[in-house]
C-alpha cells in the first residue's frame, strides 16, 4: 500500500514538474516566435536551428534579453530586425565556436606532404612564391594560426604565405587577434611549436608577432561574396554541418569563385560534398581527403 502511495505520489510530481516546465517554456518562446527567429538566423546566416535546438536558441535569447534588460522576445526580434549592430551581435551569440590547435592532424599533414609541394611546383615557373590561404569560420584563431606556423615551418625563401582568417562572431575574432591562448587552449601544440612561436606570459602564451603577420581577421559572413580571389588554399573545417543544403551549396560555390585554379579545399571530417553536384574533385591522399578546383 504504502509503495503505491509512493508511487502515485512520484508520477503526479513528475506530471506537475513536466507541466510546470512546458509552460514556461512556451510561454518564453512560443511556437510562432521560434519560427521567427528561425528564419532570421537562415535568412541572415544560413544557420539552421532544427527543432531538436530550440532549447540552446531559447538559453542564447534568455542571456540576450536579460543583458538588453527586456522582458519580451518580440520587443528583441524588433531589436535586432531594425539594428544591424544588434544583429550581428545577436548571430554572434548562437555560434558555436568550438576549435582548437591542430585540430585534425591528418589535413595538416596533407597540407605540409601534399598540397604545399604541389603548389610550389605549379607557382614556381611564374615566379609567383605567395600562398594564400582563406580560413572560413576561423572561430578564435587556432585553426589560420595552425596554418601559420605550419607555413613558417615549411616554406623555403622566398616563398611566403598570406592568410586571411573570417568569421562571423566578433567575440572570436578578437581572441584570435588578440592572439592569447590559456595553458588548456595550447594542449596540442607540439613543444618545439610552442617554443618558437609563442611566449610564455602569465597564465598562458601569446602568439608571436611573426606569425600574428602573417594572418588578416576579418568579419565574414559566408552567405555573402567574400570579396576574396585566387586563393590557393581554403579552409573551412566545421562550419557547414550547421547550414542546410541550400546554404551549404550556396557557400561552396562562392568558394569556387573565390579560389585560384588548381587550388585546394579543406571541409570538416564530418563534412562532405557528396551528392551536392559542385565542380570540386574529390582528393584521396595518404594522409587526408579533400578537395581541388582543378580548372
Ligand atoms: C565550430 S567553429 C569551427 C572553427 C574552425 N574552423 C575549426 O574547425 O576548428 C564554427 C565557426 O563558424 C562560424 N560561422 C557560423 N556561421 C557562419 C557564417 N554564416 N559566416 C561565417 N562564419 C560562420 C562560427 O562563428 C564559428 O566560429
Redesign the pocket.
Known amino acids: 500500500m504504502l509503495i503505491f502511495v509512493v508511487y502515485h505520489v512520484e508520477i503526479q510530481l513528475t506530471a506537475y514538474i513536466s507541466l510546470f516546465t512546458l509552460y514556461f517554456m512556451s510561454s518564453f518562446l512560443s511556437d510562432g516566435d521560434f519560427e521567427l527567429f528561425r528564419k532570421l538566423i537562415y535568412n541572415?546566416?544560413?544557420?539552421h536551428f532544427s527543432d531538436t535546438n530550440r532549447a540552446i536558441l531559447e538559453s542564447r535569447l534568455k542571456e540576450q534579453l536579460r543583458e538588453k534588460g527586456l522582458n519580451e522576445v518580440r520587443a528583441y526580434y524588433d531589436l535586432v530586425s531594425k539594428d544591424k549592430e544588434e544583429l550581428k551581435l545577436f548571430?554572434?551569440s548562437i555560434?558555436?565556436?568550438?576549435?582548437?590547435f591542430f585540430?585534425?592532424q591528418a589535413h595538416f599533414d596533407a597540407l605540409e606532404k601534399y598540397v604545399i609541394p604541389e603548389l610550389i611546383k605549379i607557382k614556381k615557373p611564374l615566379n609567383d612564391f605567395k600562398i594564400k590561404v582563406w580560413?572560413?569560420?576561423?572561430?578564435?584563431g587556432?585553426?589560420p594560426y595552425t596554418i601559420a606556423m605550419l607555413m613558417k615551418e615549411t616554406l623555403p625563401s622566398p616563398w611566403f604565405a598570406e592568410i586571411v582568417a573570417?568569421?562571423?562572431?566578433l567575440k572570436?575574432l578578437m581572441v584570435g587577434k588578440e592572439g592569447f591562448y590559456a595553458d588548456a587552449r595550447v594542449v596540442g601544440v607540439p613543444d618545439h611549436y610552442l617554443k618558437k612561436y609563442f611566449t610564455r606570459v602569465d597564465g598562458g602564451y601569446q602568439i608571436r608577432d611573426e606569425i600574428k603577420q602573417m594572418i588578416r581577421f576579418d568579419y565574414?559572413?559566408?552567405?555573402y561574396d567574400s570579396g576574396l580571389r585566387n586563393m590557393d588554399v581554403v579552409?573551412?573545417?566545421?562550419?557547414l554541418?550547421?547550414?542546410d543544403e541550400a546554404?551549404q551549396k550556396a557557400?561552396i560555390e562562392r568558394f569556387w569563385e573565390a579560389m585560384a585554379p588548381k587550388s585546394f579545399l579543406f571541409i570538416?571530417h564530418s563534412e562532405s560534398l557528396f551528392g551536392m553536384n559542385t565542380k570540386f574533385e574529390f582528393v584521396k591522399t595518404e594522409w587526408a581527403t579533400f578537395y581541388r578546383k582543378y580548372i
Not at 565574414?220 to 552567405?223: D, E, S, Y
Open positions: 541572415q546566416s544560413g544557420i548571430l554572434d555560434t558555436t565556436n568550438l576549435t582548437r585540430r585534425n580560413s572560413a569560420g576561423c572561430s578564435t587556432e585553426e573570417s568569421d562571423i562572431s572570436s565574414h559572413n559566408l552567405m579552409f573551412c573545417r566545421n562550419v554541418i550547421y547550414f546554404s557557400t570538416g
